[in-house]
């Protein structure tokens, strides 16, 4: 079963331009830097049926591609289980869904129910890393939550864990603290864009 294991760290824009640019961040990296403009789309229900049960559903567009991800907490610290695949258009692919954690909730009337939520709007630095025997991805993300008619900014780096050790993954964002103004505790997305309270009508960017 897929896991996610990765850390947020909270930082100034400022900062994400440094960290972009530390010289022995390079030094580790094991392929060429990804600049992209990502659109995510979050769907829930009116009254946050796959919130209330652990699970994120999202459509990511990165250019042409469309990348559908369900998430469900409770892997443990700083993990959950996930499942992405390319899918075909904007909407949510049910077939794909069967596949994954999402699959005992998709009832007819779930079906019918999903909207989006949210949406965020980020431009992406991301680097792979090779640190000890572990592969990893570090990203740089400004950008903006929309909700209705509520804006909230996004400036913080992500580290992930791609396969390895998490302690490796644990020492890369040691020395980014050490080395930028960042702090541990970067609340998710879905938090930050008041998923909590019933969402605005809501009309995304693409789809």
Do not use: C
Not at 42 to 63: C, Q, V
Not at 164 to 169: A, P, V
């Amino acid at each position: 079963m897929p896991t996610e294991v990765e850390l947020k760290l909270s930082a100034s824009p400022h900062a994400l331009r440094q960290g972009a640019g530390l010289p022995w961040l390079h030094r580790l990296a094991s392929g060429p830097i990804k600049r992209n403009t990502v659109t995510s789309v979050y769907f829930d229900t009116r009254k946050f049926k796959l919130r209330d049960n652990g699970l994120t559903l999202r459509i990511r567009r990165i250019g042409r591609k469309r990348l559908q991800t369900i998430k469900r907490d409770g892997a443990g610290a700083s993990g959950r289980e996930e499942w992405e695949e390319e899918i075909a258009g904007d909407a949510p692919d049910f077939k794909r869904a069967k596949r994954t954690a999402l699959k005992p909730l998709l009832t007819r009337k779930l079906k019918t129910s999903l909207q989006p939520v949210f949406e965020t709007e980020v431009r992406r630095v991301a680097m792979p890393l090779r640190v000890g025997d572990s592969d990893l991805e570090v990203a740089f993300d400004r950008g903006t939550i929309k909700a209705g008619g509520s804006r909230a900014a996004i400036s913080e780096i992500e580290l992930e864990l791609k396969n390895g050790s998490r302690r490796d993954l644990a020492s890369i964002a040691g020395r980014l603290r050490k080395a930028l103004p960042v702090a541990y505790g970067a609340r998710a997305k879905p938090e930050r864009a008041g998923r909590y309270t019933p969402p605005p009508p809501f009309r995304p960017t693409f789809g």
